[in-house]
């Protein structure tokens, strides 16, 4: 069993910065793949960026590449997604979602095992 708990959101302005923790607890977390998902207001969940379990390999939506940055440090049970130049159509609740053995692909379809409760990113314009 793994319980996800995302922090790191708030309120930022257009070309502003942020950095989302996904903090886990289960002694399987450095086994899971992860990835993080966001939805907007109004819209359907979407895939935004996964990092495989082994750390080895990251997969990102084509709308966050080169603006977005996954990364995990599995001594702290914690997966970060660093956001910069945010845009206001970043603005969403964001989830981190865990699966044991997965690939940063396998991340994509976003049916994985585990979700967090999500943290809200607002960027204002």
């Known amino acids: 069993q793994v319980q996800l708990v995302e922090s790191g959101g708030g309120l930022v302005q257009a070309g502003g910065s942020l950095r989302l923790s996904c903090a886990a607890s289960?002694?399987?977390?450095?086994?899971?793949?992860v990835g993080w998902f966001r939805q907007p207001p109004g819209k359907e969940r979407e895939f935004v960026a996964a990092i495989s379990w082994s750390g080895q390999s990251t997969r990102y939506a084509n709308s966050v590449k080169g603006q977005f940055s996954i990364s995990r440090d599995n001594a702290k049970n914690t997966v970060y997604l660093q956001m910069n130049s945010l845009k206001p159509e970043d603005t969403a609740v964001y989830y981190c979602?865990?699966?044991?053995?997965?690939?940063?692909?396998?991340?994509?379809?976003?049916?994985?095992?585990?979700w967090g409760q999500g943290t809200q990113v607002t960027v204002s314009s």
């Open positions: 979602a865990a699966d044991y053995l997965s690939s940063a692909a396998g991340m994509v379809d976003g049916k994985a095992t585990y």
């Open positions: 289960g002694r399987s977390f450095s086994t899971c793949g």
